[in-house]
């Protein structure tokens, strides 16, 4: 019989085939956005449609344990350095640094100072070194110049920036003669309107309802571009916000002279440097003042936050109890709505999804550390780590497959998983489903043409040339 080797080369082609199709690209491309202050639980108090709609078809983690101090700067260099804040440094948005005498103030500006960045190298930075393309849209930290180099495509900071003209630039970065394979995008709410309303308030609806549409604007230009299949989407943010009140505040004029320290950071955490001389004096003016206020020396802040290891981190530490804010005195901005507290309270916990070739669908994990998101980005994106705190194998089991560079074909089992949903959502997980089915059913015919062909008595003389024209196609598709 002739009929088998053929059927033999024709299954290999088969083969070689389903399996160069269902592979994904070598080159995994990733999205890291932040909506900061988007506080893990923002996702069940108000409709999301958008953002359940990303949990649906790829992971949600429920509880990130963030990094303490919970601010913004030093958590989103933790979320592209893998390291706490004593490690890389950015230990609180503002900073003295008394090695270099120099002063970091989020309020002037004057973040531009390379050398309170370069303890750490950020992922776009080593993304480039592996001969990779970058891209940051208003990310913290992304129009600095960090180790003498700035991200390949960047925009300087101006919080006046629409999230729409954001997007547009990344998605033009992404789909450049020079190509990004890393994007990351910053939107500064809904942490504004949280200081500024607390986040009780009602009026956190219509916020939290507008971050969704920007999300789903978001979605919406990644699938025009064709990127929403092969781009790696991850949706996270710094820290939440718990909701303050004025009659939970702690005046430091009650309890220390102004001229005896100055105060480098204010509230929830207080980082006090002692005039010359006074470090006791303001110590233990402070250290029994109000039951809902800690002070600890910096050597004795305790071991589980990582943050005493750096001279940016002050001589006296004092963190307020959830809740209550520490001023100088009343007329001092009190703001509604703050963060910065204990990074194992679950008010400061931040969202954390994502969506992509990569990703497992409709996949939930209860917690991750947001020093793991590091390793992870690492991963995907092919390139060797810095050391680090955070752990691969912790969150390795979002992933699709532990080498997503080649994932077998039998992982489209969770393709047709995900796949099984209504409406809108059935046409974007098709694509690589639709090549996969589409790919089957050629192969599915042109066997039943042969199988038909063989069991016809005569013999068929053509048959070898005709299965050559069939495969050749194929072969080129
Ligand atoms: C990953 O990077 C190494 C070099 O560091 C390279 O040899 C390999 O081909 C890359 N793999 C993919 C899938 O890009
Ligand atoms: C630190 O810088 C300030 C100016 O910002 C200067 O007045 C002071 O003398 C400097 N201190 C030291 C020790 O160099
Ligand atoms: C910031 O962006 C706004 C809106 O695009 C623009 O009008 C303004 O000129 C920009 N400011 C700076 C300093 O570039
Ligand atoms: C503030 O201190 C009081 C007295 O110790 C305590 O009962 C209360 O629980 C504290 N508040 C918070 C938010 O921890
Ligand atoms: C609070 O401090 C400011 C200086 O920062 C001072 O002008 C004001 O009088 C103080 N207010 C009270 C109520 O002590
Ligand atoms: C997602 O998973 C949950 C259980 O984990 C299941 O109840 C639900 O039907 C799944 N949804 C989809 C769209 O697959
Ligand atoms: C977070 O990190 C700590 C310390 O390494 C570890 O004990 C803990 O298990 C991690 N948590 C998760 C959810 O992986
Ligand atoms: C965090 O990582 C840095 C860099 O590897 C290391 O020096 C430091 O000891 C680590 N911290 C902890 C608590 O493991
Ligand atoms: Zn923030």
Excluded at 76 to 82: A, E
Excluded at 116 to 145: L, Y
Excluded at 198 to 203: A, E, K, W
Aim: proline share 6%; glycine share 6%.
């Amino acid at each position: 019989m002739t009929s088998k080797p053929h059927m033999v080369s024709f299954a290999l082609a088969a083969l070689t085939l389903s399996t160069a199709f269902s592979l994904h690209p070598d080159q995994q491309k990733v999205l890291l956005v932040s909506f900061d202050g988007f506080r893990w639980d923002y996702l069940y108090k108000f409709p999301t449609p958008h953002f359940h709609y990303v949990m649906r078809n790829g992971v949600h983690v429920k509880q990130v344990t963030n990094i303490f101090i919970t601010k913004t700067y030093p958590n989103h260099y933790t979320l592209v350095t893998g390291l706490f804040a004593e490690n890389h440094g950015i230990v609180a948005n503002d900073m003295f640094d008394p090695i270099l005498n120099k002063s970091f103030a989020l309020d002037h500006m004057n973040i531009y100072d390379s050398d309170f960045w370069e303890g750490a190298t950020p992922i776009w930075i080593t993304n480039q070194r592996a001969g990779h393309a970058s891209g940051t849209a208003m990310w913290p930290g992304g129009d600095v110049k960090i180790h003498k180099s700035f991200p390949t495509y960047y925009l300087a900071y101006n919080e006046s920036v629409s999230f729409e003209d954001r997007v547009a630039k990344i998605i033009e970065w992404f789909t450049s003669k020079d190509p990004i394979n890393l994007g990351l995008l910053y939107w500064e709410d809904p942490d504004d309107m949280g200081h500024h309303l607390g986040p009780d308030s009602p009026l956190m609806g219509p916020v939290i309802s507008d971050i969704d549409k920007k999300l789903g604007y978001l979605i919406q230009m990644l699938k025009k571009a064709k990127l929403w299949t092969v781009v790696n989407l991850i949706i996270t943010s710094d820290h939440g916000m718990t909701q303050c009140s004025e009659e939970r505040v702690i005046e430091l004029d009650k309890y220390l002279n102004r001229d005896h320290y100055t105060l480098i950071d204010q509230s929830p955490v207080a980082a006090i440097l002692p005039r010359e001389g006074k470090f006791n004096e303001v110590y233990e003016a402070l250290a029994d003042a109000h039951p809902n206020l800690t002070v600890y020396k910096q050597e004795e802040v305790p071991e589980r936050w990582h943050y005493k290891r750096n001279d940016r981190i002050q001589p006296v530490i004092a963190v307020a109890d959830e809740g209550w804010n520490i001023l100088q005195n009343k007329s001092d901005d009190f703001l509604l709505g703050n963060h910065g507290y204990d990074n194992a309270l679950a008010e400061m916990h931040p969202i954390f999804l994502a969506h992509g070739p990569a990703f497992r669908k409709n996949f939930t994990k209860e917690a991750m550390n947001s020093t793991d998101l590091y390793p992870l980005l690492c991963h995907l994106l092919n390139v060797t780590a810095m050391p680090h705190n955070g752990s691969f194998r912790n969150v390795q089991d979002l992933l699709n497959s532990a080498t997503p560079k080649a994932i077998p074909y039998t992982q489209s089992t969770t393709l047709l998983l995900g796949s099984d949903i209504p409406g809108v959502y059935e046409q974007e997980e098709s694509y690589p489903y639709f090549i996969g089915v589409s790919l089957g059913s050629i192969i599915v015919i042109v066997f039943f043409v042969i199988f038909i062909k063989h069991l016809i008595p005569s013999q068929v003389p053509a048959l070898q040339d005709m299965q050559a024209e069939i495969a050749q196609p194929l072969l080129q598709a």
